[in-house]
């Protein structure tokens, strides 16, 4: 993840074989907005056919 004044970069690398990268932009300081994409990435991991892959530690 790369925060800046204007925007939000968050990262993430899918398992497998293929891995792929995939870029998110959110807007700087839309925490709403950041967290519902984490939400998202949990969810996929979930339910992808790998079984769950991401962790997300309290932070």
Do not use: C
């Amino acid at each position: 993840m790369e925060l800046s004044q204007s925007k939000w970069l968050i990262t993430s690398l899918s398992p497998g074989n293929g891995e792929k990268l995939s870029k998110f932009i959110v807007g700087a300081r839309d925490v709403v907005g950041m967290l519902a994409r984490f939400a998202d990435l949990q969810r996929k991991a979930q339910v992808g056919p790998v079984g769950p892959k991401l962790r997300f530690w309290p932070g």
